[in-house]
């Protein structure tokens, strides 16, 4: 079965910045469209940035400018750099990793997802 292995998550100071990187197991890394969510206290789990397999990249309105999503298809991992964080990014953050086809204006769409990481925590101070 395919694992998903999200770090890099901490405690940040507001204008600061962080890395997070998954490691997703398996020989079809390179044909999955992957991608970061995020769930804040008392909301739902919503899209934050993703890439599919041909490098498009798509992102919540929120973080652009500030977040930048990048793959390395020989590593199995996913990357994402946080810029000028703001404490309306604190959440808990999961990697995800998706098969097939999917247009792009349901990349951001949690369904089109099928293998998740367990999170890692972000959180933001003022």
């Known amino acids: 079965q395919v694992t998903v292995v999200e770090s890099g998550g901490g405690l940040v100071a507001a204008g600061g910045s962080l890395r997070l990187s998954c490691v997703i197991s398996?020989?079809?890394?390179?044909?999955?469209?992957i991608g970061w969510f995020r769930q804040a206290p008392g909301k739902g789990r919503e899209g934050v940035a993703v890439?599919?397999?041909?490098?498009?990249?798509n992102y919540a309105d929120s973080v652009k400018g500030r977040f930048t999503i990048s793959r390395d298809n020989s590593k199995n991992t996913l990357y994402l750099h946080m810029n000028n964080l703001k404490p309306e990014d604190t959440a808990m953050y999961y990697c995800?990793?998706?098969?097939?086809?999917?247009?792009?204006?349901?990349?951001?769409?949690?369904?089109?997802?099928?293998?998740w990481g367990q999170g890692t925590q972000v959180t933001v101070s003022s």
């Open positions: 890439i599919d397999a041909g490098g498009n990249e």
């Open positions: 995800a990793a998706g098969e097939g086809r999917l247009s792009r204006s349901l990349l951001l769409h949690q369904s089109g997802y099928i293998y």
């Open positions: 398996g020989d079809f890394f390179s044909t999955y469209h």
